[in-house]
Each structure stands twice: as structure tokens, then as C-alpha cells.
């Protein structure tokens, strides 16, 4: 076999050890590590990728080679033709590969402004400052996120009581309708990023995100239950990430829980 999948393959069985130690230390229920589904990572060094035609070409070991046909979009074909990214790894699933670009961050540019964001259920809600005073009033809304979160947690809940007598076929289904709600889910919250983003670029504003650590829950079961499923933590780090990509200055600032 190609030496350096060997290396990948020590690096996977390693982090997987260091996640069930690190479960042990902190007392934590922990089973044998084990891999749920069977999947091939690659570094850089072992596969070459046609970016012009999108053509993998993996190495196995001497004179076999296989090729790997991506089904490229238009939404591919813009990182593709950018020079200026370079390759990550290779991750090879059943169904997917994901192929990981770098890229260097470009250094974030003087603001002129501050944009402060408050995270609510429904909306981002903040101000943007300008020479210290209050320029305009932000606010921006996902609706549809808490409506999605409810309405796949009662089809969840129909599927667990109309099949309670098959488990598998129940955990298959419920999983569907996970993957569901977090792709529409998630669509939403790239928007939301987008738009605020571009809000602050326009402006060549700082985004100050709240701190959301240390929420506590109460004893209403509704509301843990709203809480826990609140994707505040996801939409923080698509902002953070996309920030980081576009050279925009961001910081942490105190929590308003």
C-alpha cells in the first residue's frame, strides 16, 4: 500500500484514542473506540486533482491508480479555477468525497466602524457605532428556523411512536429527518452570515458577537428543549469563519444572558 495512506491511517486511529481518553478523563461514559462507517483519508502529497476537468487520481500502491470523476457545479468551479487556493486533504466516503482547500487569510482591514451583534432566537439584533455614537439600528431575521426545529421534532416524534415496534427502520427515519432539518437549517444560517457581512464590509465595520458561554437552563422542559436546539453556536462560527475568509475584523464581546 501507498506509504503515506499508512500515515493517514495512524493519524485517524490517533485522534479517535485521543477523543476516547479525553472522554475517560472527564468521567464520561465511553465504549471501546471503534470507526462507525468505513472511510479513506488523504493528505495532499497522496492524490493528484485535475482542476480543469475534475479528475482525482489516487494511488493505491505501484501501477494502480484510480480515478475519480467529480461531479462538478458551478459553485465548485469557483474554487476550482482560483489559483490562489491550494489543496487540503482528501476524505473518501461511500457516497461523497470531500475535498478541503486552504487558503492564507488576508490580513483584516482598519475599521471604521463597529458593528455589535445581539443573538436572539428569531433574529441578530445589534447597532452599528460609529465616532462614538449610534449610526443605525441592525437586525436581522431567520423565522423559519425555530418553525423548521418544530416541525421535524413532531415528525420525529410521530416515526418514534408509529414504528416503536422496529427500531431499526425508527433510527433510519429519524436520521432522515435530521439531515433534513440541518440542511434547510443550515442554508438559512448562510444567508443570514452573508447578509450581515456584507452589511459590514460595505461599512468597513469590526463584528462584535456576543458570548453565549455559560447558559443555564431552567425548569421549564419547553424551553430546555428550545434552548438546546437553538443553532446559536452554529451560526457564530459560520460568521467567525466567512469573517476570517474575507478579511473583516471580528471579536468576542460580553454576553447580554
Known sequence: MYAQHLVCAFEVAGSIL??????????????????????????????????????IDLPIRARLHIQLELIVSDYHRRYLDDESLSLGSLTLLSDRVIVTIRKH?????????????????RSLDGVLAKDDRIASVVRAEFPEVSVIQTVHHERRKRLQKKK????????????REGTREHHRIDYRMHEVANAVLSFAEERRSMIVLEDLTGIKLRKDKKLNRRISMWPRR??????????AWQ????RQGRSAI
Not at 33 to 47: D, G, I, S, T
Open 18 to 55: 485521543k477523543n476516547h481518553r479525553r472522554r475517560l478523563r472527564k468521567g464520561l461514559p465511553a465504549q471501546a473506540p471503534f470507526v462507525r462507517r468505513l472511510f479513506m483519508k488523504a493528505e495532499n502529497q497522496a492524490y493528484k486533482l485535475d482542476r480543469k476537468n475534475g479528475i
Open 105 to 121: 487569510a488576508p490580513k483584516p482591514y482598519a475599521s471604521a466602524s463597529v458593528l455589535s451583534l445581539d443573538t436572539n432566537e
Open 164 to 175: 416503536s415496534h422496529d427500531r431499526r427502520t425508527t433510527k433510519r427515519l429519524c436520521a
Open 234 to 243: 452554529r451560526l457564530h462560527q459560520i460568521i467567525e469563519y466567512k469573517a
Open 247 to 250: 478579511g473583516i475584523p471580528r
